[in-house]
């Protein structure tokens, strides 16, 4: 069917490991949903250092926030190894949301309220860089070990 104006295109993003996805204090343009990895979301502390605030893990959401309520991101969305994403635009989100019921579209900007409040409220501690290399070291060291042994993780 050639030409068919009803086929969408899914936008998919690739990213590797330690490639920022967007910075905490962007605009945002687009929300993800994540098909395959592991994303880091981190936020700096009030000494300039970052902080893990957690992960999304495959078929999560990130990003959506920014769109919905028209703040800067709070946080930054860093690949922990090779990601791939559906990017989803922000017209879309808006699309959708203008779309839904009033009081659902009420109940989300009051819940995406809390968490940025919480967030703001919540002290972290700076992430241990050493920790988290030494980690990742052990980690790559058990892919390798099982990759000869001929074992898939």
Not at 14 to 21: A, E, L, R
Not at 43 to 55: M, P, V, Y
Request: with cysteine; hydrophobic share 45%.
């Amino acid at each position: 069917m050639s030409g068919d104006k009803g086929v969408k295109v899914l936008n998919r993003r690739t990213f590797y490991k330690g490639d920022v996805i967007f910075h905490e204090g962007d605009e945002g343009a687009v929300a993800y949903v994540l098909q395959q990895g592991r994303v880091r979301i981190t936020r700096k502390t009030d000494s300039g250092e970052q902080a893990t605030l957690g992960f999304v893990e495959e078929g999560g959401v990130f990003g959506e926030m920014a769109l919905i309520d028209k703040s800067p991101r709070m946080a930054s969305a860093i690949a922990d190894g090779a990601v791939v994403c559906i990017a989803i635009p922000e017209e879309t989100v808006r699309a959708k949301l203008k779309a839904s019921d009033p009081v659902l579209r009420t109940l989300i900007v009051m819940l995406i309220r809390m968490i940025r409040t919480m967030a703001d409220q919540t002290t972290l501690p700076p992430d241990d860089l050493k920790a988290l290399a030494a980690a990742a070291e052990a980690e790559a060291h058990a892919a390798a070990v099982a990759a000869e042994k001929g074992q898939t993780s």
